[in-house]
């Protein structure tokens, strides 16, 4: 181990979920979040990250036509403490009937337990889209059901699925989400029935349970794609939406009924059923 290591703590403006796939697709390494942006740690200097950001909110800001800031500092610190105090800063979350906690956290005696590795992957829980995401599965997912998780991220939503007893199949684009998927299914003694890396077109499965937390231009894209996965009456979830993007996203599954609004922060998750043919 190196004597030193460097911290970067990054704080946006406003789209912490569009910097967090940007970050996502470029560290090769994890990341931090937090209430106003992330940290970011490496025994490298970080000053590429750094220029990478400025790049990304500049070209954010030109596409959206609105202010979008980004600040950076960047520290060298001693290297003897800092695994020990990221530990201490991941708090466990108890959302409905789930508990969220990473390995070295005991498990709840009451609620359902899901074990994530933050050292592994970026979806913890905390986030809003997460939370409200596993609200939404807590409420409409049981035992027995055949659920899909398009762009599984860490796996917690297929987990979350599994441990209420239904058989899930997951994907995503991003190959290294693919690996933390099934990496955080073992740690919870799970396993997917599949998961691949790639989109949610031409499947031949149809699905109770069709769950997507993404960004809301996304969803809309392949809006298609998710309406033809669900069985007759299935149930979409679909979140990572900014709520002043809610409209845009409802326009594309107009042929689906709005069972539930579920609001948290600035972000919106939708739970909708998919009409009779």
């Not at 070209?59 to 403490?81: H, M, R, Y």
């Not at 359902?112 to 409420?139: E, M, Q």
């Not at 995503?172 to 299914?185: G, H, Q, Y």
């Amino acid at each position: 181990m190196q004597e030193h290591y460097y911290e970067l703590v990054v704080k946006v403006s406003s789209h912490h979920e569009l910097f967090a796939d940007f970050l996502a697709d470029t560290l090769p390494i994890g990341f931090e979040e937090t209430d106003e942006g992330f940290i970011i740690r490496s025994e490298e200097e970080l000053d590429t990250i750094v220029w990478g950001l400025e790049q990304f909110a500049e070209a954010l800001q030109k596409a959206l036509g609105a202010p979008v800031e980004v600040e950076c500092t960047q520290k060298k610190l001693q290297n003897s403490d800092w695994v020990e105090s990221y530990k201490n800063s991941i708090e466990p979350l108890a959302i409905d009937k789930f508990y969220i906690h990473p390995t070295w956290n005991d498990n709840h005696p009451n609620l359902i337990n899901i074990v994530i590795d933050p050292a592994l992957a970026f979806g913890t829980g905390h986030h809003p889209t997460t939370a409200s995401s596993l609200r939404a599965i807590s409420k409409y997912v049981h035992k027995g059901d055949r659920v899909l998780d398009v762009g599984c991220g860490s796996g917690i939503l297929g987990i979350g699925a599994m441990k209420l007893g239904a058989v899930v199949d997951a994907c995503d684009t991003d190959p290294v989400s693919v690996e933390n998927s099934i990496k955080n299914a073992k740690l919870n003694d799970l396993e997917f029935h599949s998961i691949w890396e790639g989109s949610a077109s031409n499947l031949d499965e149809r699905y109770n349970i069709v769950v997507a937390n993404i960004v809301a231009d996304v969803l809309t894209f392949i809006a298609n794609d998710l309406k033809k996965a669900l069985a007759d009456e299935g149930v979409l979830i679909l979140s990572g939406i900014l709520n002043k993007y809610e409209e845009k996203v409802l326009n594309f599954y107009k042929d689906c009924e709005i069972i539930e609004k579920i609001a948290q922060d600035e972000w919106v998750t939708l739970v909708l059923k998919r009409e009779k043919k």
